[in-house]
C-alpha cells in the first residue's frame, strides 16, 4: 500500500516568476497590485524558494530540486504539483488550462528524476483532453487519498469530470467530487487549495462546499478515518488548506505549510494537528500574493 505522507518531492526553482495574468481569470487568489515590480518579485520568489527547500532538507525531508529554463518564460514553474502525479509504477501528465503553462511539461524533468534514482515506470500522457478544451491539473486539482485509493475533486474549469474518469480508469482510483465556492459566489479553481489529506486527517474548508454536500463530504472522510480540522473561509484564504503531509528520513510525519497559513490557524486547530505531525512552516508570501498558491502547490509527491 502507498503511504499517504510524502517520501521524496520535487521542487522547481523558478527563473522567471510573477503574477501571470492568464491565469488571474481563474484564480481568485492572485493578487496584482505591485506586479509591475517584475525583475524584484521575481528575486524574491527565488529567495523565497531557496529558503524552503533548506527548511525542509533541514528537517530531514528529500527534496530533488529541478531547475526551470530560461525560455520559454514559465511564470508559474514554481507549481510543478498541476502537471505530473507519480504513481509508483506509473508517471501521468496532465492537461492545463493555461497555454504557458503547458510548457512546464518537460520530458527533462523526468529524466532528471531517474538518474537520481526515482522509478518512473509508464509515463501515461492526458494532455490530449487540451484539445477538447478539457484539463485536470493533478493535484492541484484534486486531493487524493492513496491509502483508500480515493481522488476528491472540486469541479471547476481547471478540473472536468471526463478527464476524472480517464484519472480513475488508468490509477484504480474512485472520484469523489463536489462543489466548491469562493467569497464571491465563483468555483474555486484548485481542490488543494480548500483541502489536505493527511494519515488521519483532514483540514478542509467545508464553508466554501455548499451545504447540501457537506454531510457527504464529512461522512466520506470520516468513514475513512480521518478526524476532520475544519477551516474558515478567511483561513481558506490564507492558504491554510494548502498543505502536505511528509515524511522525514526518520520517519516522522510533518505538516508542511506557509508561514501565513500557520499564523492564520487556531490553538486547537494546532493542538490538533500536532497529535498526528509536526508542523513545518515557511515564510513565501511573495509566491503566494502573485502566484495565488502556496507551499503545497510547490511540492511534487515523487514517492
Same mark, same amino acid.
Given at each position: 500500500?502507498?503511504?499517504q505522507?510524502?517520501?521524496?518531492i520535487m521542487m %522547481?526553482?523558478?527563473?522567471?516568476f &510573477?503574477?501571470?495574468q492568464s491565469t488571474?481569470?481563474?484564480?481568485?487568489?492572485?493578487n496584482?497590485?505591485?506586479?509591475?515590480a517584475?525583475?524584484?518579485i521575481?528575486?524574491k520568489?527565488i529567495?523565497?524558494?531557496?529558503?524552503?527547500? @533548506?527548511?525542509?532538507?533541514?528537517?530531514g525531508?528529500?527534496?530533488?530540486?529541478i531547475?526551470?529554463?530560461?525560455?520559454p518564460? $514559465?511564470p508559474?514553474?514554481?507549481?510543478?504539483?498541476?502537471?505530473? @502525479?507519480?504513481?509508483g509504477? $506509473?508517471?501521468l501528465?496532465?492537461? =492545463?488550462?493555461?497555454?504557458?503553462?503547458?510548457? #512546464?511539461?518537460?520530458? #527533462?524533468?523526468?529524466?532528471?528524476?531517474?538518474?537520481? /534514482?526515482v522509478?518512473?515506470?509508464?509515463?501515461?500522457?492526458?494532455? /490530449?483532453?487540451?484539445? #477538447?478544451?478539457k484539463?485536470?491539473?493533478?493535484?492541484?486539482? =484534486?486531493?487524493?487519498?492513496?491509502?483508500?485509493?480515493?481522488?476528491?475533486?472540486?469541479?471547476s474549469?481547471?478540473?472536468?469530470?471526463?478527464?476524472?474518469e480517464?484519472?480513475?480508469?488508468?490509477? &484504480?482510483?474512485d472520484?469523489?467530487?463536489?462543489? @466548491?465556492?469562493?467569497k464571491?459566489?465563483? @468555483?474555486v479553481y484548485?481542490?488543494?487549495?480548500?483541502m489536505?489529506? &493527511?494519515s488521519g486527517?483532514? %483540514?478542509?474548508?467545508?464553508?466554501?462546499i455548499?451545504?447540501?454536500?457537506?454531510?457527504?463530504?464529512?461522512?466520506?472522510l470520516e468513514?475513512?478515518g480521518h478526524?476532520?480540522?475544519?477551516?474558515?473561509?478567511d483561513? =481558506?484564504?490564507?492558504?491554510? /488548506?494548502?498543505?502536505?503531509e511528509?515524511?522525514?528520513s526518520?520517519g516522522d510525519s =510533518?505538516?508542511?505549510?506557509s508561514?501565513t497559513?500557520?499564523?492564520?490557524l487556531?490553538e486547537s486547530?494546532?493542538?490538533?494537528?500536532?497529535?498526528?505531525s509536526?508542523?513545518?512552516?515557511?515564510?513565501?508570501?511573495?509566491?503566494e500574493?502573485?502566484?495565488g &498558491?502556496?507551499?503545497?502547490c510547490?511540492?511534487?509527491r515523487?514517492?
Amino acid at each position: 500500500m502507498i503511504k499517504q505522507a510524502s517520501q521524496q518531492i520535487m521542487m %522547481v526553482r523558478p527563473k522567471h516568476f &510573477g503574477f501571470d495574468q492568464s491565469t488571474a481569470s481563474s484564480n481568485s487568489f492572485q493578487n496584482e497590485d505591485g506586479a509591475d515590480a517584475i525583475d524584484e518579485i521575481s528575486q524574491k520568489a527565488i529567495v523565497e524558494f531557496d529558503n524552503a527547500v @533548506s527548511t525542509l532538507r533541514d528537517n530531514g525531508v528529500y527534496v530533488h530540486v529541478i531547475e526551470d529554463t530560461d525560455a520559454p518564460v $514559465k511564470p508559474n514553474a514554481v507549481f510543478p504539483n498541476n502537471w505530473v @502525479s507519480f504513481h509508483g509504477d $506509473k508517471v501521468l501528465l496532465y492537461p =492545463m488550462l493555461a497555454e504557458n503553462r503547458r510548457w #512546464e511539461r518537460r520530458s #527533462e524533468v523526468l529524466e532528471q528524476l531517474a538518474n537520481n /534514482g526515482v522509478s518512473l515506470g509508464e509515463v501515461i500522457d492526458l494532455s /490530449g483532453f487540451e484539445s #477538447e478544451n478539457k484539463f485536470l491539473e493533478s493535484t492541484g486539482s =484534486m486531493v487524493l487519498d492513496y491509502e483508500n485509493e480515493l481522488a476528491y475533486a472540486c469541479v471547476s474549469s481547471r478540473t472536468d469530470m471526463d478527464v476524472i474518469e480517464e484519472f480513475c480508469k488508468v490509477t &484504480g482510483f474512485d472520484a469523489f467530487t463536489f462543489d @466548491s465556492f469562493d467569497k464571491d459566489g465563483l @468555483s474555486v479553481y484548485h481542490t488543494n487549495v480548500i483541502m489536505c489529506i &493527511g494519515s488521519g486527517y483532514a %483540514v478542509i474548508c467545508l464553508e466554501s462546499i455548499p451545504k447540501e454536500q457537506q454531510n457527504t463530504v464529512v461522512e466520506a472522510l470520516e468513514t475513512t478515518g480521518h478526524e476532520i480540522i475544519p477551516l474558515s473561509m478567511d483561513q =481558506m484564504y490564507a492558504f491554510a /488548506g494548502n498543505m502536505l503531509e511528509v515524511l522525514n528520513s526518520e520517519g516522522d510525519s =510533518m505538516l508542511v505549510m506557509s508561514s501565513t497559513a500557520f499564523k492564520s490557524l487556531s490553538e486547537s486547530q494546532i493542538a490538533t494537528i500536532e497529535n498526528y505531525s509536526k508542523i513545518l512552516s515557511v515564510d513565501i508570501p511573495t509566491i503566494e500574493k502573485y502566484g495565488g &498558491g502556496s507551499v503545497r502547490c510547490m511540492m511534487c509527491r515523487v514517492v
